[in-house]
């Protein structure tokens, strides 16, 4: 993460199994077409990482930020979520604005 802090990264982290399985991590899941170790996407493809590989697949995923900061944007994301110890709810508001 300390590798792309200022960068037009979105980190997320879904944990579906067991007792923290839910319907929207689920969805999370289904809608990646992923489960098990963690799974990093780059423009929607998933970029295959394993334990073998993973130094490799973080030099790409470099690679795919620094070009897509050098393009002009084409659609911007805002994500702002909060979570309450007290009544264990996950809160996420979301914008996008896409742009010509």
């Not at 802090?5 to 997320?12: A, E, L, Q, S, T």
């Not at 839910?22 to 990646?32: H, I, L, R």
């Not at 170790?37 to 295959?48: E, M, R, S, T």
């Not at 084409?74 to 007290?86: C, E, K, P, T």
């Amino acid at each position: 993460m300390n590798k792309f802090v200022n960068d037009n990264v979105i980190f997320m982290a879904v944990h579906h199994s067991g007792g923290l399985n839910n319907p929207t991590a689920t969805a999370f899941s289904n809608n990646f077409e992923g489960s098990g170790q963690p799974i990093f996407y780059a423009d929607g493809a998933d970029l295959n990482a394993n334990s073998g590989n993973v130094n490799n697949v973080l030099s790409d995923a470099e690679a795919v930020v620094g070009f897509n900061s050098s393009v002009p944007a084409f659609a911007g994301v805002g994500i702002d979520a909060s979570y309450s110890l007290n009544s264990k709810t996950l809160t996420v508001n979301s914008k996008v604005e896409f742009f010509d």
